[in-house]
């Protein structure tokens, strides 16, 4: 079976070695597509969770203000 590869001129060492180079070259191609598509997703769900987050402070601020109310009523 060595001969094979070696009448071939290419050595187990020097095919494993291209395997991993296309490994990490298509794990490397992977990953900035993937933080490309992702930066933009995340794009707009910034925007949603930030309108989210904007009316939970609202209704908290109006909470604590009417229980600050309540309490001063009660202790007059």
Do not use: C, P
């Not at 001129?9 to 180079?21: A, E, V």
């Not at 298509?26 to 490309?36: C, N, Q, W």
């Not at 910034?46 to 909470?63: F, L, Q």
Request: net charge positive; no cysteine; glycine share 10%.
């Amino acid at each position: 079976m060595s001969q094979f590869y070696i009448s071939e001129g290419i050595t187990r060492r020097s095919g494993l070695s291209f395997l991993w180079s296309a490994a990490a070259l298509a794990f490397a191609g992977a990953a900035v597509v993937l933080k490309a598509s992702h930066s933009e997703a995340q794009t707009t769900g910034m925007e949603r969770r930030g309108d989210r987050r904007s009316g939970r402070d609202d209704r908290r601020t109006e909470r604590r203000t009417g229980r600050t109310t309540r309490r001063e009523e009660r202790r007059n």
